[in-house]
C-alpha cells in the first residue's frame, strides 16, 4: 500500500506495477485522481498552460495499481492499518503488508502577525489558480477605480522568498500582469511586484552565476527585489516591512518553503525536523514493513555522509523508484534491495518567455539556450500530457493570452494554514453579504501561532517539495523545531452541545443553510429551527415558518443546539487517537458562533479584494 501520489508515490506505484506484473495487489491511497507536475505550476497561473495539462491520470497510467480516494486520518503501525477521510466525508480503514509513506509536504508558516489570514500559498493547483484569477481581478478593479491609491494597492503584488517557486511566480506573473495593464490600466501604469527574502541573494541554493541570472533578469523587468528583507506584518490592506516600510498591496504570495505532511508526526517514529527516518534502502528502522520516501523522509545522503538529501523533486522521483524496488524485493518479486544514492545533474528555473536559468551537468546557461535546456528538461520529466503541453507552448508563442478571471477558486477555499493544499476547502456554513471574494465568517482560517513578537526572520529556504521542486535544503520546522499548528485539515472534529461531532455534508449537495437552500435541520429531533432562547420559535415567520429571512436575505446561522455544516476536513471526526499537528489533542471543544458580519467590530465591510 503506498500513501501519496506525489513524485515518490507516483513513481513507487508505476515500479511496483511494472515488477510485480500482477503477482501482488498494489493499492494507491491519494486525495485526487491525479499526479501533478509541480514545477509548471507557474505557468498555470500565468495562463501558459491550462491546468489539466499539469496533472497526470492516475487511473490512466497506473495500470495495475488499484486507487482509493482519500485522505490518511491516522497510521496504526502495530495493526498495519490505514485510516482514511473519503472526499464525501466517509470514513474507511486499509490493510497492508507493505507500507510506502509518501504523504509529501505542505505550506511551511512562521509566526508573524497576519500571515495566517492575508497570505496564500503555493503548493497545490487550487493555489495556482485562485493566484491566476485574483491577480486579473486586482488589475480590473485598478481600472475601474478613481482613487490613485486604491489603484495603485492593488497594482502592488508582494511575494515573499525568492527560492525556486518565489522566483518563478514573480518572473512569470509580472510578464501576465504586464500584459493585463496595457489593456486595461490608463496612462501606461504599470504592476508593481516586489520579491523578498531574508537571504542574501535570490535563489540561494544554486551557483551564484546563475543566481546572478535570475536576479538580472528580474530586475531589467521591473521587480523590486529586495535581499535581506521580509514582512514582520500583515494586514488586509498591505504589509509591514522588517526595514520599517509600509507597503499597501491586496497580494501577499507566501513561498517561503515547505515542511513534512503533519501525519508523519502522528505515526510516532523518530524525525528529524518533521520527517520519518529511515534508512539508506528507506525502510524506518525498526519496521522492516514500512517505507517511506519524498518530503516525508529524512534519507541519509550517501554522497554527503552525515547529512539528508533535501525535499527537491530530483531526489522524491528517484526515492520513489528504489522504494518500489526494495519492497518488490522484500516480497521475492524483483531484484535485491540497493541503496539510495544520487547526485544531482543541475537545475533549471523558468524565468518566463525564452529567459530562464540551468547549469545542466554544471555548465551555467542563460538566455535562450537555458529556456531550451529548461522546457525540454520538463518535457522529459514529465509522465504524460507531453503533447498538449507542447501545444501549449506553440500556441502561446502565437496567439495572446486570455486575459479572464472565472472566479471558481475563491480566497477562503485555499487557506495558507491547510494540510490539505490539494484540496479546496469546503464552507462549512451561511455565506455572509460582503466582498465577492472574502471568506464566510465561519471559514476563516485560524492563524497558526498566537500573535506574540515576531522572532528575528529565517533564511527562506523555498524548497520545492519532493512533489515538485528542483532544489535546495529542506524547508525549516517552525519555532520550537514542530509543524505549524492548526493545520484544519488534520484537527480533532469539534463537538456540537450533546458531545456529538458534527457531520460532513456529503460531497456534490449543498451545505444545509446556504441561500437558497433548506432551512436549518440540525436541530434536535430533525426539525427545523424552532428553539430560539426563551422557547418561542423565531418571530415575524410569516405562517410560523422557520426563520430564513434574517437581515441581509441569509438564512437561519447555526441555531441553538445545531450542528456545524459542511465544512470538508475542519469538521470531519477524526480517529480518536490522532492528535493535532505539533501538539496533544486538547480532546473536545465547544465551539463558538462568531457574531454576524454586521456586527464584527473588524468586519470590513463590502471592501473589494482579498481577505
Known amino acids: 500500500m503506498i500513501v501519496g501520489a506525489g513524485f515518490a508515490g507516483y513513481r513507487a506505484a508505476r515500479t511496483l506495477a511494472r515488477l510485480t506484473r500482477g503477482r501482488a495487489r498494489v493499492t494507491l491511497l491519494n486525495p485526487t485522481d491525479y499526479f501533478l507536475y509541480l514545477p509548471l505550476r507557474p505557468q498555470v497561473s500565468a495562463g501558459i498552460l491550462e491546468a489539466r495539462r499539469v496533472t497526470v491520470s492516475l487511473p490512466g497510467t497506473l495500470h495495475g495499481v488499484r486507487l482509493v480516494l482519500g485522505e490518511a486520518d491516522h497510521v496504526d503501525l502495530d495493526r498495519r492499518t490505514v485510516h482514511y477521510t473519503d472526499p464525501e466525508g466517509g470514513t474507511g480503514s486499509l490493510g497492508y503488508d507493505r507500507l510506502v509513506l509518501a504523504v509529501g509536504s505542505v505550506n511551511k508558516l512562521l509566526p508573524i502577525p497576519g500571515v495566517a489570514e492575508h497570505a496564500h500559498g503555493y503548493r497545490g493547483l487550487p493555489e495556482a489558480l485562485y493566484l491566476r484569477d485574483h491577480v486579473t481581478r486586482q488589475v480590473e478593479l485598478a481600472a475601474a477605480a478613481d482613487d490613485p491609491a486604491e489603484r495603485a494597492a492593488r497594482c502592488t503584488f508582494v511575494v515573499v522568498g525568492a527560492g525556486y517557486t518565489g522566483t518563478e511566480v514573480a518572473a512569470q506573473m509580472q510578464m501576465l500582469t504586464d500584459r493585463l495593464a496595457r489593456r486595461h490600466l490608463p496612462g501606461g501604469a504599470r504592476p508593481r511586484w516586489m520579491l523578498l527574502d531574508i537571504a542574501p541573494r535570490v535563489l540561494p541554493e544554486m551557483d551564484e552565476r546563475l543566481s546572478r541570472t535570475a536576479d538580472r533578469v528580474l530586475r531589467a523587468r521591473g521587480v523590486d527585489v529586495r535581499m535581506g528583507t521580509s514582512v514582520k506584518e500583515a494586514t488586509h490592506d498591505g504589509v509591514l516591512l522588517t526595514d520599517g516600510e509600509s507597503v499597501r498591496s491586496r497580494t501577499l504570495v507566501w513561498c517561503v518553503g515547505v515542511r513534512p505532511d503533519p501525519l508523519v508526526e502522528a505515526v510516532g517514529q523518530p524525525l528529524e525536523r518533521g520527517r520519518l527516518i529511515v534508512d539508506p534502502h528507506l525502510r524506518v528502522p525498526g519496521r522492516e514493513e514500512v517505507f517511506a520516501c519524498g518530503d516525508a523522509a529524512a534519507v541519509p545522503d550517501l554522497e554527503h555522509p552525515g547529512k539528508f538529501t533535501p525535499m527537491t523533486a530530483q531526489h522524491a522521483w528517484r526515492q520513489g523508484r528504489v522504494a518500489g524496488e526494495n519492497v518488490a524485493a522484500s516480497l521475492g518479486l524483483g531484484r535485491r534491495r540497493r541503496a539510495y544514492r544520487h547526485r ?101 482560517p485560524a492563524p497558526a501561532e498566537p500573535h506574540t513578537p515576531a522572532p528575528p526572520p529565517e533564511p527562506h529556504q523555498d524548497t520545492e517539495p519532493g512533489g515538485g521542486g528542483r532544489g535546495g535544503e529542506p524547508g525549516q520546522a517552525q519555532a520550537g523545531g514542530e ?75 447555526r441555531q441553538p443546539g445545531g450542528g456545524a455544516v459542511g465544512e470538508r476536513s475542519g469538521n470531519r471526526p477524526a480517529p480518536p487517537d490522532r492528535p493535532r499537528s505539533g501538539h496533544p489533542s486538547p480532546g473536545p471543544v465547544k465551539r463558538t458562533d462568531p457574531p454576524r458580519p454586521a456586527e464584527r467590530p473588524d468586519n470590513p465591510g463590502p471592501a473589494e479584494g482579498d481577505s
Open 344 to 444: 544531482d545533474l543541475g537545475f533549471v528555473v523558468d524565468l518566463g518567455g525564452v529567459r530562464a536559468a540551468a547549469n545542466p551537468l554544471g555548465i551555467p546557461l542563460s538566455g535562450l539556450p537555458a529556456g531550451v535546456v529548461t522546457r525540454g528538461y520538463h518535457l522529459a520529466a514529465m509522465p504524460g500530457n507531453r503533447v498538449r503541453v507542447l501545444a501549449d507552448w506553440i500556441l502561446d508563442a502565437v496567439l495572446p493570452r486570455q486575459g479572464v478571471q472565472l472566479g471558481l477558486v475563491r480566497s477562503w477555499s485555499v487557506p495558507l494554514d491547510t494540510s490539505s493544499p490539494e484540496l479546496p476547502r469546503v464552507p462549512r456554513g451561511p455565506t455572509p453579504a460582503g466582498p465577492a471574494d472574502d471568506p464566510p465568517t465561519a471559514a476563516r
Open 483 to 557: 509543524p505549524a499548528t492548526n493545520q484544519p485539515g488534520r484537527e480533532r472534529a469539534m463537538t456540537e452541545p450533546g458531545g456529538e461531532p458534527a457531520k460532513p455534508q456529503p460531497a456534490g449537495e449543498p451545505a444545509k443553510n446556504q441561500p437558497g437552500g433548506e432551512p436549518a435541520r440540525n436541530q434536535p429531533g430533525g426539525e427545523p429551527a424552532k428553539n430560539q432562547p426563551g422557547g418561542e420559535p423565531a418571530k415575524n415567520q410569516p405562517g410560523g415558518e422557520p426563520a430564513k429571512d434574517q437581515p441581509g436575505g441569509e438564512p437561519a446561522q
